[in-house]
């Protein structure tokens, strides 16, 4: 089955197309990668999908229901279930608060989760989970390297144990060596999570050991899609 089905999106800012006519499939527990270069358009493919731009024609259904008409409350519910992780953890890491604070925050949000006595363990398994060390929690990002603290982003989407995790080139930033270790974090998570990702990059090689099947996106269009064999043989 799949967990995500889009179906001839566009999105125009005014007379620009941004996004034309994109239709893909990513199946439960899959890593899609999206490629393209710098103003393709894979941005706004991944903020429409999450809500954050209005989209101007087509469908996007997560496990069914059509993300882009879903009313507040159903797309409150989902919201938990599709996360995102973004190039510069710095914009979705407030300075001001603890490693803590930043994870168990989802708690707060979503008082259903877990109980308040149960946050700190938490938050430690999380951390564990991630490759950091729990006794990290009470320091603040900025004592902390770029790779650890993309992985702090990827523990803080952990929390709301989601389905599908959208990464808007969530390794570009990083070096070489330790593009390869998030990215291998991320694999372990989907083997042990069953997590599926779309995986926006820039460079086809990087999502070579890591998507089961990749898009390619041109001037606003999706103008190849195929699985990770069939993208590298004919480039
Ligand atoms: P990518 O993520 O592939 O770099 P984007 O989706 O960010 O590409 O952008 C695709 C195109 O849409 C670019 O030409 C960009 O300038 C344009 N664009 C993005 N956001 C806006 C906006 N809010 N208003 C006008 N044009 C935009
Ligand atoms: P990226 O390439 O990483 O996707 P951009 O630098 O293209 O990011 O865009 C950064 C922000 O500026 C985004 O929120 C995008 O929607 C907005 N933006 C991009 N191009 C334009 C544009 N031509 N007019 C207005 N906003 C834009």
């Known amino acids: 089955p799949n967990i995500l089905e889009v179906n001839q999106l566009c999105k125009s800012y005014g007379n620009f197309h941004a996004l034309q006519n994109a239709s893909f499939t990513i199946g439960e527990g899959e890593s899609v990668a999206i490629v393209g270069e710098s103003g393709s358009g894979k941005s706004t493919l991944a903020k429409c999908l999450l809500r954050l731009?209005?989209?101007?024609?087509?469908?996007?259904?997560?496990?069914?229901?059509?993300?882009?008409?879903?009313?507040d409350?159903?797309?409150?519910?989902?919201?938990?279930?599709?996360?995102?992780?973004?190039?510069?953890?710095?914009?979705?890491?407030?300075p001001r608060m603890s490693i803590f604070d930043l994870i168990s925050?989802?708690?707060?949000?979503?008082?259903?989760?877990l109980p308040k006595s149960q946050?700190?363990?938490?938050?430690?398994?999380?951390?564990?989970?991630?490759?950091?060390?729990?006794?990290?929690m009470s320091r603040y990002p900025h004592q902390f390297s770029g790779g650890q603290r993309q992985r702090i982003a990827i523990a803080r989407a952990l929390a709301l144990e989601p389905?599908?995790?959208?990464?808007?080139?969530?390794?570009?930033?990083?070096?070489?060596?330790?593009?390869?270790?998030?990215?291998?974090?991320?694999t372990d998570l989907q083997q042990?999570?069953?997590?599926?990702?779309?995986?926006?990059?820039?460079?086809?090689?990087?999502?070579?050991?890591?998507?089961?099947?990749?898009i390619v996106m041109r001037g606003g269009r999706i103008v190849e899609q195929g699985t990770v064999?069939?993208?590298f043989e004919h480039p």
């Open 119 to 136: 946050w700190k363990s938490r938050v430690a398994e999380l951390l564990e989970q991630v490759g950091l060390s729990a006794q990290h």
């Open 192 to 214: 042990k999570l069953g997590i599926s990702y779309l995986f926006i990059a820039h460079d086809l090689p990087l999502v070579r050991d890591f998507a089961h099947r990749v």
């Open 163 to 186: 389905k599908l995790i959208v990464c808007d080139e969530a390794v570009s930033a990083l070096d070489v060596s330790i593009q390869a270790q998030v990215i291998n974090l991320l």
């Open 73 to 94: 409350k159903e797309l409150l519910k989902i919201r938990r279930d599709i996360q995102m992780v973004f190039q510069d953890p710095t914009q979705s890491l407030n």
């Open 229 to 231: 064999e069939q993208i």
């Open 105 to 113: 925050e989802a708690f707060v949000i979503h008082p259903d989760i």
């Open 53 to 71: 731009e209005d989209t101007s024609e087509g469908t996007a259904l997560y496990r069914g229901k059509d993300l882009l008409s879903l009313k």
